[in-house]
């Protein structure tokens, strides 16, 4: 359910297409199970919290077809698994539909009515974007819930996805300066979500899923695959297996024990994409379609000697040196087949900054320095409720 905001494309892809295992995991939660319960609840008995929707702006649904020109095909801006995204545009002030060019421009996603999944992807949407408030997050600005018709309208961001910038021929190289401010943008955004009270997982880490504003600054979308992280003396939560191959934790293929520690792998995926300038899964100059960028990318990340090897040659070296080599030893890190040996996401961003501004007076080794606080945003005490129930 990636929003891409860039020229129409479909998000199918060969670093997009998603696998799913529909078993339940033996030792699974009440909370896991009631997913499947849910799935045979009708629609209407699936709504967004109460108190988390009444921060949004519910739109009615002629409101949305004025403001997308009818959902026209020259207002389609991406395509994606559950539905379209259009562009729209609405008044600043009162957020009524306003005429096309006129007003603020928005991204209006529209999903497809036979969709369940879709239908319950968008409800967790509205329950996590609805309370969470970062600038490393997209901005949902309202929502449609209008008979079988599921929408959400958006901020609109201008330079569409991290994977048209990275992987689409035409499009403006991305300098290495750019490629570690988004890498810093990113690990803000999950350092965040991590540090809450209830952490939140946000499961679906992938060059698809980071926005682009207009100066560059990188914002995670998608939440419908979000999940509240375990709490007291619990070490994981237990879901159905979904996500992205290539970017996918290996132990979470494997069990369906989910962590933060899931998203710190799949960000050094996405991280491993930033400094190669390949895909994550199926790029014909990685191997073939059968392997993976970490597969290919590991004998290098492991001997430092070699690390340059895996840089972006359309970069011409253009980069500093010894910053390529911390951002890969941060990426190894990350990368780590054992999950308790992985970095926390502020460790990460500490060490990533130094990377963007490094000290000469004071330098420090990969992942080695005191975790400062990073992350700002404000969340609320109470637990992001009706999500517990999706999954």
């Not at 999940?227 to 979470?252: F, L, M």
Request: hydrophobic fraction near 35%; charge should be positive.
């Amino acid at each position: 359910m990636g929003i891409c905001l860039g020229k129409p494309s479909k998000l199918a892809n060969a670093s997009s297409s998603q696998f799913l295992d529909a078993k339940t995991e033996p030792g699974s939660t009440k909370q896991d199970q009631t997913s499947s319960d849910s799935a045979n609840r009708p629609l209407q008995e699936l709504k967004p919290d109460q108190s988390i929707s009444s921060n949004l702006r519910s739109f009615n649904f002629n409101d949305l077809k004025t403001a997308t020109k009818n959902f026209r095909p020259d207002s389609l801006l991406g395509e994606g698994g559950f539905g379209h995204v259009f562009k729209g545009w609405i008044d600043e002030r009162t957020l009524s539909p306003s005429k096309p060019g006129s007003g603020m421009v928005v991204a209006v996603k529209k999903l497809k009515t036979e969709s369940f999944q879709g239908h319950r992807e968008w409800l967790a949407e509205v329950n996590y974007l609805g309370q969470l408030h970062h600038a490393n997050l997209v901005k949902l600005i309202g929502y449609c819930s209008e008979a079988d018709n599921r929408l959400l309208v958006y901020e609109f961001m201008p330079r569409g996805s991290l994977e048209n910038h990275l992987f689409r021929k035409g499009v403006q190289l991305m300098s290495w300066a750019t490629r570690m401010r988004i890498a810093v943008d990113v690990a803000q955004g999950l350092s965040f979500l991590h540090s809450l009270d209830t952490n939140v997982i946000y499961r679906d880490m992938k060059a698809s899923n980071i926005l682009l504003d207009s100066d560059f600054t990188a914002k995670l979308s998608d939440f419908g695959l979000a999940r509240d992280g375990p709490i007291g003396d619990r070490t994981h939560v237990s879901t159905r297996i979904i996500g992205t191959q290539g970017y996918a934790a290996p132990e979470y293929i494997a069990t369906g024990h989910l962590t933060p520690k899931s998203d710190v792998y799949s960000f050094g995926v996405v991280l491993l994409e930033l400094l190669s300038g390949k895909r994550a899964m199926g790029d014909e100059n990685v191997g073939g379609a059968d392997e993976t960028l970490v597969d290919w990318a590991m004998p290098f990340l492991s001997d430092s000697r070699r690390v340059m090897r895996i840089m972006d040659t359309r970069l011409g070296g253009q980069y500093s040196k010894k910053g390529a080599q911390t951002a890969a030893a941060v990426a190894l890190l990350c990368l780590h087949t054992d999950p308790k040996k992985r970095p926390a996401m502020p460790e990460v961003l500490t060490s990533l900054e130094e990377v963007l501004a490094p000290n000469k007076d004071n330098p420090k080794s990969p992942l080695q320095a005191k975790p400062e606080n990073n992350v700002t945003g404000k969340f609320p005490q109470k637990n992001v409720r009706a999500i517990s129930q999706l999954r």
